[in-house]
């Protein structure tokens, strides 16, 4: 079966005038770039699935953290598929990908396109950046109170020509031509990312993520996050009373009751502290805002690049 190519995947529609609600979003980004105008990048991509069906491509999933996860859970979503499919050979093409690529025994087929009866999935791959101002990480905007947690992004729809703003656009200008620092990867990591520049020139922005991170002095850790702003903070409280505690326990070393007291009461000063700053017991937490974004060419979205294997993970078995 042939299908079609992606339509307006090199265009950015800018428009006058947007409905209310994308134009305060637009208005507060324009804020944003001024006030954090870098971007820096947050860490290694994220990968996942989508399918196209007809000309719409729509992801699956996301949040894997290397290509051969985000192949286990393709075949998850093909098995749960071919549970509601009707037709017999769409379910035993579906059953015969997901047993290639989560395969009772041996290795994964490292294969990140089928096509399935009127359907095309493809593993693909996201970056994640963060806006920087002087030395201070874009924390979360007024406008992801409205998000809805769902950072796995399922069903979401990659459509490059709809409408945007002109912040939007300067963004997504921004990162059509961007490339990692020469030296801070490998070569062969910078070479595939001017490679994908020509190949995959689009760019559209996802729903952001987040994370909760400690701030010392220059320095800053990340702790853990989420994918709005507040269960980010109900995360990063729950840090200090779930998981400090058990992870000691594991290590052979329980904490003390002065440990516990002060953990519980870090956690106690997080929830108190309305907003994204959190200054608890002489020690400074932020919530940072994690932008991600997803290149796109004429026939869809990026499938995860040859490095990404090596850097990201085949699956290994013993």
């Known amino acids: 079966m042939t299908f079609?190519?992606?339509?307006?995947?090199?265009?950015?529609?800018?428009?006058?005038?947007?409905?209310?609600?994308?134009?305060?979003?637009?208005?507060?980004?324009?804020?944003?770039?001024?006030?954090?105008?870098?971007?820096?990048?947050?860490?290694?991509?994220?990968?996942?699935?989508a399918v196209q069906f007809g000309k719409e491509w729509r992801i699956g999933s996301l949040g894997a953290d290397g290509p051969a996860t985000a192949r286990y859970n393709l075949a998850i979503d093909l098995r749960t598929a071919a549970a509601r499919e009707t037709d017999p050979p769409t379910v035993r093409a579906m059953l015969a990908a997901a047993a290639?690529?989560?395969?009772?025994?041996?290795?994964q087929l490292a294969k990140d396109e089928w096509e399935i009866g009127d359907r095309r999935y493809r593993v693909i791959r996201a970056e994640k950046f963060i806006l920087l101002g002087d030395r201070v990480m874009e924390p979360p905007r007024s406008t992801d109170a409205d998000l809805t947690a769902d950072g796995l992004l399922r069903d979401h729809l990659l459509d490059p020509p709809a409408p945007c703003g002109q912040?939007?656009?300067?963004?997504?200008?921004?990162?059509?031509?961007?490339l990692p620092v020469e030296g801070t990867v490998p070569d062969m990591v910078h070479t595939e990312a001017r490679h994908?520049?020509?190949?995959?020139?689009?760019?559209?922005?996802?729903?952001?993520?987040?994370?909760?991170?400690?701030?010392?002095?220059?320095?800053?850790?990340?702790?853990?996050?989420?994918d709005d702003p507040e269960e980010a903070r109900d995360r990063l409280a729950r840090h200090f009373t779930d998981l400090m505690p058990r992870l000691r326990e594991f290590q052979g070393d329980s904490p003390s009751d002065a440990e516990l007291a002060?953990?519980?009461?870090?956690?106690?000063?997080?929830?108190?502290?309305?907003?994204?700053?959190?200054?608890?017991?002489?020690?400074?937490?932020?919530?940072?805002?994690?932008?991600?974004?997803?290149?796109l060419g004429r026939d869809g979205p990026e499938a995860p690049r040859p490095s990404d294997q090596d850097r990201y993970g085949l699956p290994t078995f013993g």
């Not at 209310?20 to 870098?38: N, S």
């Not at 020509?198 to 991170?213: D, Q, S």
């Not at 870090?266 to 932008?291: K, M, Q, S, Y």
């Open 4 to 49: 079609p190519l992606m339509p307006g995947y090199d265009h950015i529609n800018v428009v006058a005038r947007l409905d209310p609600v994308a134009d305060v979003r637009d208005r507060e980004l324009g804020e944003r770039i001024r006030r954090y105008p870098k971007l820096f990048p947050a860490g290694s991509p994220e990968f996942g699935h």
């Open 100 to 107: 290639r690529l989560d395969p009772e025994e041996g290795e």
């Open 167 to 178: 912040w939007e656009a300067q963004l997504r200008l921004n990162l059509v031509g961007r």
């Open 196 to 226: 994908a520049i020509r190949t995959h020139p689009g760019v559209v922005l996802l729903p952001p993520t987040f994370i909760a991170v400690e701030v010392d002095g220059e320095a800053w850790a990340p702790l853990t996050g989420g």
């Open 262 to 295: 002060e953990w519980t009461a870090i956690a106690d000063g997080i929830r108190a502290t309305p907003g994204h700053l959190f200054n608890v017991r002489g020690r400074e937490f932020r919530t940072v805002r994690v932008c991600r974004m997803l290149r």
